[in-house]
T-cell receptor, first 115, second 116 residues
């Protein structure tokens, strides 16, 4: 079975602090994709990053960075110098590489960045 | 490209009533998805269309739910005899065949259904 676990339900930080959101996944597929999405209060899911199972390179995009470790089935997301605008619910998701391409989402982590 | 549009944004209905939601995908996208998101949970897959063909339905989609995508353009999701457990955000997403491999879906803002 495929499963995504985001154990942190809610995190509160003070602006400018760094914060890491954890994601652990389970799959028997050898090829798969992992995603992070941001869901602001408006409800729309905003794509942040996609990582395929062959590429374990970490990635940095501005204040965002992602750490993919296949050995521990983890795909963690770090926001450096957090800002109030980062407040949202963040979802990690696993997706197949063929067929329906449907997502398996985690339960999300609500991030509150306090001014 | 105006994104994925969903209508209405909010719907309050009485238990037992029928409701219909509409999704307008990005025009060149041939893949269309419906997901349901309940409070405190991540979105869960409901159904998938490739053009006008409904190719997969989740077991979550009971016989009270029906989805259509006539002519492979917009899609509708109908819930008959609504129950309080149907209260959720219903998200639509679309993608092209090339785009889905590289970028994933584009999601709409969702329709929030409240059954009272």
């Amino acid at each position: 079975a495929q499963k995504v676990t985001q154990a942190q339900t809610e995190i509160s930080v003070v602006e400018k602090e760094d914060v890491t959101l954890d994601c652990v996944y389970e799959t028997r597929d050898t090829t798969y994709y992992l995603f992070w999405y941001k869901q602001p209060p408006s409800g729309e899911l905003v794509f942040l990053i996609r990582r395929n199972s062959f590429d374990e390179q970490n990635e940095i995009s501005g204040r965002y960075s992602w750490n993919f470790q296949k050995s521990t089935s983890s795909f963690n997301f770090t926001i450096t110098a957090s800002q109030v605008v980062d407040s949202a619910v963040y979802f990690c998701a696993l997706r197949t590489t063929s067929g329906t391409y449907k997502y398996i989402f985690g339960t999300g982590t609500r991030l509150k960045v306090l001014a | 490209d105006t994104g994925v549009s969903q209508d209405p944004r909010h719907k309050i209905t009485k238990r037992g009533q029928n409701v219909t939601f509409r999704c307008d995908p990005i025009s060149e996208h041939n893949r269309l998805y419906w997901y349901r998101q309940t409070l405190g949970q991540g979105p869960e897959f409901l159904t998938y269309f490739q053009n006008e063909a409904q190719l997969e339905k989740s077991r979550l989609l009971s016989d009270r739910f029906s989805a259509e995508r006539p002519k492979g353009s917009f899609s509708t999701l109908e819930i008959q005899r609504t129950e309080q457990g149907d209260s959720a955000m219903y998200l639509c997403a679309s993608s092209s065949l090339v785009g889905i491999a590289n970028y994933g879906y584009t999601f709409g803002s969702g329709t929030r259904l409240t059954v009272v």
